[in-house]
């Protein structure tokens, strides 16, 4: 990432170029200082060096080596949102979102890859994650800046997601918050619990729709935790339709996946601070007016 110094900021000293003007965080910063990334006019500097007006200051991320070298793998991807920044694909299932020992292949990431035409450099950014078995929309970062700043921003009234479920089982209030701390479960690898030594754990939902004893809602997470809504569904007697950890399997009409979709992303743009706004319907619930997914949203 690069900056050219302007008149007004001549004689400050990087460090406040970088955490001021470039937005760079103070963990970023003192990680780069202390592996030499931290560039005056292509020379390596200390952050206390002064600067002059039209000077380059340049910051760059060491980067770890990922687990699994991506391979070519040919998805027609649809990719609603992209700049020189980030870009917004809606992920879709069951397809993992990562390579990993089970999925070295089939992935959302040697998708990208392909996508980005297999570059050498490539490396997988993304800034939030869906499970295998869920779609919708997932951003992904082009720069190690870009996805560092915007994931300081999950969680965070600067990126809203709100996601769409059908379960089985309708709730007794048709909205309300979720608030059940959230555990591993004991000698489990993916699966949560519910437990009083989890960590906090709050949905927002609201049920749009009820079709035989099943609901369609409209879910927004304000905490993150693995599984989050389809524990929490699965809490308060709804699970996620077609959910084989925490509810019924249903492999004839959900093959591999469950009726969970992200449907919406409302963000404020890491570099340029513009509004972006995204919406998805999945097959299940392509009636949902946009207007309902963006109540509430102004």
């Not at 990087?14 to 937005?23: A, E, H, K, Q, W």
Request: net charge negative.
């Amino acid at each position: 990432m690069e900056y050219t110094v302007t008149a007004e900021e001549a004689g400050r000293k990087i460090r406040d170029i970088l955490r001021r003007s470039m937005g760079v965080s103070y963990t970023a910063m003192k990680s780069a200082k202390w592996n030499g990334r931290i560039f005056l006019n292509g020379e390596s500097v200390y952050t206390d060096t002064p600067v002059q007006a039209g000077d380059t200051v340049r910051i760059e991320w060491a980067e770890e080596t990922p687990a699994y070298r991506p391979r070519r793998f040919d998805l027609s991807l649809e990719i609603p949102w992209e700049d020189e920044h980030l870009l917004a694909v809606v992920k879709p299932a069951p397809l993992a979102s990562q390579s990993s020992r089970n999925h070295p292949d089939d992935s959302l990431e040697n998708a990208l890859y392909t996508y980005f035409g297999c570059p050498e450099d490539f490396v997988y950014r993304p800034v939030n994650r869906l499970d295998k078995g869920t779609s919708g929309l997932m951003m992904v970062a082009k720069t190690p800046h870009a996805q560092h700043r915007m994931q300081r921003l999950l969680h965070t009234p600067a990126f809203r997601r709100r996601y769409l479920a059908l379960t089985d089982g309708i709730p007794e209030a048709r909205e309300g918050v979720i608030d059940l701390p959230i555990a591993k479960a004991p000698g489990a690898t993916v699966r949560r619990v519910i437990s009083p030594e989890g960590k906090p754990s709050r949905t927002h939902y609201r049920v749009l729709e009820e079709r035989d004893g099943k609901a369609l809602i409209l879910l927004e997470l304000e905490t993150g935790r693995t599984h989050q809504i389809r524990v929490h569904l699965s809490a308060i007697g709804c699970p996620v339709r077609g959910d084989f950890l925490y509810g019924t399997e249903q492999p004839e009409e959900y093959p591999g996946r469950f009726a969970l979709h992200s449907a919406v992303i409302l963000a404020e743009h890491p570099v340029t601070g513009e509004r972006i706004l995204l919406t998805s319907r999945p097959e299940w619930a392509a009636d949902v007016p946009e207007s309902v997914l963006l109540m509430d949203t102004d």
